[in-house]
């Protein structure tokens, strides 16, 4: 069963034209002159039940577009969108006891009142029974370790404290589906740690389905099995993050240091048919690169692992940099077009150093 379906989803907002000057600004009191803009632009997917999806996109993508919307806050432009089998914007009331939303930078917690108490508030909104709702505190006091800040208004809280205590407010109520906004923004490595390690139980115990918006992808690689990538309101990318890495990546980069007695001649001898270029750094040092394909780093090290390795080194592209390439290009074909070139370049520079080298060699 889908947890969220989004078909042909489209968002736009008038925005009004100001004027120059005590004219324009007289005239826009009496015709008032608006630009549209499109923050989603007819976008479609689905996301199973259990799924833990990343949202990503630069800043102005449509990312919290499509959250507000999927939440209920927004009315879509055009469009349908279903989630836990509601309209969030039609069947509000019955809708949001399913869902928990978690807004990085806006609290649902009571500013000047004990932490508890705005759990205890949380509880009647969301009409969950005491003896479940103490079953249900308990297990995230302990998880999120809050139980010496309970009785602290949430005003004098640190920012790390106050997102654990933002989570249990929006999974006091055991919801289904997560909507989770930059839920790490600001947050020290301990506590952004803590706070994905405790999403994965989560997901793992309830089969919680979350989506998750972030710039931060270190929390897509620890949490995520799918990413949907947005940008100018658009999904440019839909898949797996090993997908991902293994179609725009740029591949990996082997730096091998031998103890001797071995040329570039003889590495590529012993893995040819393998589609990897070798190239030569010093008289100890070599470098193959390995496009994501058929071979593999173990491959490469089976075939020369008795030419007296010395030392081993693996370069690998992060998904920083690829993500931050497909943007610079415009889109994911291109970027993948650029990932063809590149492996072209370095095959022609590593045959242009070859007759320079043997005849270094023969010397």
């Known amino acids: 069963m889908q947890a969220i379906e989004v078909s042909n989803l489209h ?3 008038r925005v009004q034209k100001n004027r120059e000057g005590l004219k324009g600004a007289f005239q826009d009191l009496f015709k008032r002159e ?9 976008i479609s997917f689905q996301i199973p039940q259990g799924e833990i999806c990343g949202y990503i996109g630069e800043n102005g993508a449509g990312k919290s577009t499509t959250i507000k919307m999927l939440t209920g806050i927004l009315i879509p432009t055009s469009g349908e ?12 009331e019955k809708f949001v006891r399913g869902i928990g939303v978690v807004f990085g930078q806006r609290s649902q917690l009571w500013w000047d009142i004990g932490v508890i108490e705005s759990f205890r508030l949380l509880r009647k909104v969301y009409r969950v029974p005491e003896q479940e709702f103490k079953r249900r505190l308990d297990e995230l006091v302990e998880r999120l370790q809050l139980a010496d800040i309970l009785n602290r208004p949430v005003r004098k ?15 006091i109520h055991n919801p289904s589906v997560v909507f989770l906004d930059e839920p790490t923004i600001g947050l020290d490595i301990l506590v952004k740690t803590e706070i994905r390690e405790f999403l994965k139980e989560m997901n793992r115990t ?18 995520c099995s799918r990413v949907i990538m947005l940008d100018d309101g658009k999904i440019i990318y839909d898949g797996s993050l090993d997908s991902l890495k293994r179609r725009w990546g740029n591949g990996r980069e082997v730096v091998l240091q031998f103890s001797g007695g071995v040329s570039l ?8 048919g393998l589609d990897v ?24 090290l089976e075939k020369v692992v008795h030419e007296d390795i010395r030392d081993i080194k693996i370069l690998e592209t992060n998904t920083d940099e690829i993500v931050r390439q497909i943007y610079q290009t415009g889109s994911a074909e291109e970027r993948l077009n650029g990932v063809e070139e ?4 370095q095959e022609t520079e590593a045959a242009a150093k070859e007759p320079v080298l043997q005849g270094a060699n023969r010397t």
């Open 342 to 345: 590149l492996r072209k370049r």
């Open 81 to 92: 969108l279903r989630v836990n089998g509601y309209v969030p914007y039609r069947e509000r």
């Open 157 to 171: 809280l640190s920012l790390g404290q106050r997102m654990r205590c933002e989570l249990a407010a929006a999974l």
């Open 206 to 223: 309830y089969g919680t389905t979350i989506l998750l918006t972030t710039h931060d992808l270190q929390d897509i690689e620890a949490l």
């Open 265 to 272: 001649e003889r590495l590529k001898f012993l893995t040819q």
């Open 11 to 13: 968002k736009e907002f």
């Open 34 to 42: 608006y630009n549209r803009v499109v923050a989603v632009d007819h």
């Open 277 to 300: 270029v070798w190239s030569r750094e010093n008289d100890l040092t070599f470098k193959v690169w390995i496009p994501h394909g058929p071979a593999s780093v173990s491959q490469i």
